[in-house]
């Protein structure tokens, strides 16, 4: 089993920046790729980015690219997302996840979940 714990999210102004962690305990992450979703009010859970097991490989949303960057220190069993140039639109609970197969993109793929943390970006 691998829990996940999320920290970092807040009140931050339109243009401003966060880094969420996501730490994992119960088993080493080295080996899972990792991604983070975000679900806003009345909207479904939707993709923001992957990183594969080493870090090599990274995935993003369209709307974040440019502006997002995920990261992940093994050794700390630790995965990151800076945000920055953040918009009111990217306000959301922010989810970690891992999965023990291939980078998806697709929520269903991630078998294991933090409990989320909260992005609140004002105009």
């Known amino acids: 089993q691998v829990q996940l714990v999320e920290s970092g999210g807040g009140l931050v102004q339109a243009g401003g920046s966060l880094r969420l962690s996501c730490a994992a305990s119960?088993?080493?992450?080295?080996?899972?790729?990792m991604g983070w979703f975000r679900q806003a009010p009345g909207r479904d859970r939707e993709f923001v980015a992957a990183?594969?097991?080493?870090?090599?490989?990274?995935y993003y949303e369209d709307s974040v690219k440019g502006r997002f960057a995920i990261s992940r220190d093994n050794a700390k069993n630790t995965v990151y997302l800076q945000m920055n140039s953040l918009k009111p639109e990217d306000t959301a609970v922010y989810y970690c996840?891992?999965?023990?197969?291939?980078?998806?993109?697709?929520?269903?793929?991630?078998?294991?979940w933090g409990q989320g943390t909260q992005v609140t970006v004002s105009s």
């Open positions: 119960g088993r080493t992450i080295s080996t899972y790729a």
């Open positions: 996840a891992a999965t023990p197969r291939r980078t998806s993109l697709l929520s269903p793929e991630y078998d294991y």
């Open positions: 990183i594969n097991y080493s870090g090599g490989m990274t």
